[in-house]
């Protein structure tokens, strides 16, 4: 799959460039591609997009703009940078200069941060640094797009979840200045992931999710989707999934069992969320 993500123009030409990246079928939320910089060029990504740059050439002298700040320093290769979505960054390298480029989609990584580190995570804008276990990932990443994905979905899913892992860990910070009116709280999602696993087999509507936040079911749908990067309902069936791919893999029930067991219309609905998230036949999940 590719998708035009990223514009670039450089100072001295007013046609912005595309750049096409790749990404794997299935729904991780990662893309990437490769590109050389030659000249002072801007960098323009939309809210959808978390664009994270490695630096491929061996030694640089490099000016770097990103949110009214700037930095002019040398750098070797593996230096990182990492632009927030809707956030334009620049860089002018003293020499035409090879580059990694990885996407993150926001709402895949609210989505991690809420399973693993809480609502309240954000994504640090940064010139300059070094990561190398970011930069393996990325390089994992990109090798399997050179060669057309010989490994498959489920390994390149697997890839991008270890690539934004390292980014929640290693690359953002608590967002500040909120209210517990402008987002759902910690305490809230906990109550209510707690809630969804015990009735993971029975329908769950949003205004059941909702009473346990205390809050009115519009409301509700509205600051859930901001603190967690999806509505309540998909993030029910992440659960669901979640449950339903650890029964798959133990091999114990067939799939028509799996499926009323973790709360699928039948069968084939699960078969179409599987495909759909992680981009394979239910059949092909080890």
């Not at 996407?103 to 990584?109: E, F, I, N």
Request: hydrophobic letters at 40%.
């Amino acid at each position: 799959m590719k998708f035009d993500l990223v514009r670039w123009t450089r100072k001295d030409d007013k046609s912005p460039r595309t750049y096409v990246a790749h990404c794997s079928p299935g729904e991780s939320g990662v893309c990437v591609f490769r590109a050389r910089i030659d000249g002072d060029t801007q960098f323009t990504t939309d809210a959808r997009h978390h664009l994270i740059c490695f630096q491929l050439s061996p030694h640089l002298r490099l000016d770097c703009r990103m949110a009214g700040r700037e930095l002019r320093h040398e750098t070797v290769r593996g230096a990182l940078a990492i632009c927030p979505a809707g956030i334009d960054c620049a860089v002018a390298p003293d020499r035409p200069a090879d580059a990694l480029f990885v996407t993150v989609q926001p709402a895949q990584l609210a989505l991690a941060a809420a399973e693993e580190y809480g609502v309240e995570m954000e994504l640090i804008h940064r010139l300059s640094g070094y990561d190398q276990t970011l930069m393996h990932a990325a390089q994992m990443l990109a090798a399997e797009s050179a060669q057309g994905s010989p490994n498959g979905p489920l390994f390149w899913n697997e890839v991008a979840d270890r690539f934004i892992g390292r980014l929640l860990f290693g690359h953002t910070s608590r967002r500040g200045g909120l209210t517990a009116r402008g987002r759902l709280g910690e305490r809230a999602l906990v109550r209510i992931k707690e809630y969804v696993l015990a009735h993971i087999a029975e329908p769950i509507a949003v205004e059941d999710l909702a009473a346990l936040a205390g809050r009115s079911p519009f409301h509700f749908s509205r600051i859930f989707a901001r603190s967690v990067g999806v509505s309540p309902h998909r993030y029910v069936i992440h659960l669901r999934l979640k449950q339903a791919i650890q029964q798959i893999r133990g091999g114990r029930l067939g799939l028509a069992a799996i499926a009323a067991e973790t709360g699928f219309a039948d069968q084939s609905h699960l078969s179409r969320w599987v495909r759909r998230v992680h981009g394979v036949a239910p059949s092909e999940i080890v």
